[in-house]
Each structure stands twice: as C-alpha cells, then as structure tokens.
C-alpha cells in the first residue's frame, strides 16, 4: 500500500458526459502528478501540482483540468467525454515538486460506453 | 521517433538468470524513473537517477548522461519479478514514457 488513494477504482459513463476523479496524497506529501494509461497510448502525463499550484503540463486536453485544494487532495475532472478517454487514470505523488520518487495511487478505470 | 525508447519489447527469463533492460532518451533530462507496473497493474516506483548508479536489494539502475542511456538489472531473476518495467524521462515539466518491457521469469 502506496499510501495514495483513490476514488471511484472504476467508473462507467457514457459519452458527452462528465466525471470528477479524485486522490488524496500521502501523508505529508505536497505534490500530485496525474497519468493516463491507455493501451494504444502507454503511459502519459498529464499535469502536476504542488502545494495547491499548477507545476507542470503535459499531455492534458482542454476538456480535462484539476486542481489540488488546500487539505492537499486533488481532483481530475473530465468532461464532454469520448470513447478515446476510456483508460486508466493514475495519481502519484511525491515530497517536494521534484527530484522526489513517486508514490502511485491504485488507479481508476474509466469506460466509456 | 519517442522521446525514450526502451529495449527490449519482451523478454523471457529462466529464474536465476541476471536481467538488464535498456532505456535511451533524446530529450534533455533532470531525472530518470524506473516503475514497475505489476499484471494487476499497480505501478510501483522502483528508482529515479540523475546521475550514476543506484541498488535496491537485487536491483541496480545505472544511467550514462552523455550517452543518454539507463539500464535496469535484475540479478538472480526470480518469478515475482515479472512484470512491466517502464523508464520515463523527466525534463523539468514534461515525462516523456518509453513503451514499457514486459518480463516473464519462469521458475
């Protein structure tokens, strides 16, 4: 057990529709970094967050966002949902904004239908 | 052409064998991870390196910054140690993921 958890493990919806992820940290842990894993795509990062502000961007579509509020906890929030977003959704997290291994979370799967 | 590629794609092992995958980047990095991604697909974090060498219990990750190359070794190979084992380079404000290596240790 990481320690990072998440929430829902698996969430059906149908297309159009929106979902809101979420993750809590490890104790003490100030950073949160997002990952998709699809399986024509792998592994991709989406963004990261330290002490509640954005840190680093990566492969995130305009119909996701997050945030991270100030209990540390942060949410992933997609929307207008399409088939290509079914994945898994990972949460990590780490001590500081970098240079810091990460703690990963189980994950969520996400179908879209 | 991926920012990291990792080799090999596949790789199949008798239990003992010493085990070395390999990862090559393009991009500028910081900081190298090793994760190991179990059949339940867990993720692990098993190193990050910027320089040198680093050893956890039977494995070693070594990265070569001019020749902008990580290994991961597994010595003494063992079943549990199957797994997916993926390098990611990190730039600063990106991770760039290889595709990941799949490793099968029969007993």
């Known amino acids: 057990d990481s320690g990072v958890t998440q929430t829902p493990k698996h969430l059906i919806t149908a297309t159009g529709q929106r979902v809101t992820l979420r993750c809590s940290p490890r104790?003490?842990?100030?950073?949160v970094y997002w990952y998709q894993q699809s399986l024509d795509q792998g592994l991709q990062f989406l963004i990261q967050?330290?002490?509640?502000?954005?840190?680093a961007k990566g492969n995130i579509l305009e119909r996701f966002s997050a945030q991270q509020f100030p209990d540390l906890h942060s949410e992933l929030n997609l929307s207008s949902l399409e088939l290509g977003d079914s994945a898994l959704y990972f949460c990590?997290?780490?001590?500081?904004?970098?240079?810091?291994?990460?703690?990963f979370g189980p994950g969520t799967r996400l179908t879209v239908l | 052409k991926n920012e990291v590629e990792q080799s090999p794609q596949n790789l199949t092992a008798q239990e003992g064998e010493f085990i070395t995958i390999n990862c090559s980047y393009s991009?500028?990095?910081?900081?190298l991870h090793w994760l190991q991604q179990h059949p339940g697909g867990g993720i692990v974090s098993l190193f990050m390196?910027?320089?040198g060498k680093k050893k956890h219990g039977r494995l070693i990750a070594t990265i070569n910054i001019q020749e902008k190359h990580s290994s991961l070794h597994i010595t003494a190979s063992h079943p549990r140690d199957s797994a997916v084992y993926i390098c990611?380079?990190?730039?600063?404000?990106?991770?760039?993921f290889g595709t990941g290596t799949s490793l099968t240790v029969i007993p």
């Open positions: 990590a997290s780490s001590v500081a904004y970098r240079g810091n291994e990460q703690f």
């Open positions: 104790s003490g842990d100030l950073s």
């Open positions: 967050y330290y002490n509640g502000e954005e840190r």
């Open positions: 991009v500028g990095i910081s900081a």
């Open positions: 390196l910027s320089s």
């Open positions: 990611a380079g990190f730039t600063g404000n990106q991770f760039y």
